[in-house]
């Protein structure tokens, strides 16, 4: 199975609708999955710092824990590309703030298709 191949029957979505996906974990068991949508938004980016309010993967997937679960998460960040190539999905300048307080580890992958941690 392909990557593309992977994310499609895990989320449901293929690319090019959606190329940014993020999955939380909590002891080994994925809590939750989110992916980008440009066409939508949301208040509370404002207060966050975005300048523009679209839905990042990793905004979705956090939204999707329940509060009482929103401790010793793990992070994992993947993006493919609409040819199915593995590409960079370090969060972005606005992301990465709140991510580094909500997330014991934070891993994404590079521009090889490398799944790396975020020091």
Do not use: Q
Not at 14 to 33: E, G, L, Q
Not at 70 to 89: A, E, K
Request: net charge positive.
């Amino acid at each position: 199975m392909t990557p593309i191949e992977m994310v499609a029957y895990i989320t449901g979505l293929r690319p090019p609708c959606r190329t940014h996906f993020s999955f939380i974990t909590k002891k080994n068991k994925v809590i939750a999955m989110g992916a980008e949508n440009r066409g939508k938004t949301h208040p509370k980016l404002h207060s966050l710092g975005y300048p523009y309010p679209t839905i990042h993967s990793e905004f979705d997937a956090y939204r999707r824990v329940r509060k009482a679960d929103r401790s010793d998460l793990t992070l994992y960040n993947i993006r493919i590309s609409p040819n199915g190539t593995v590409g960079m999905s370090k969060p972005c300048k606005y992301c990465l703030p709140w991510v580094i307080d909500a997330f014991k580890h934070i891993y994404y992958t590079n521009e090889h298709g490398e799944l790396i941690k975020y020091v």
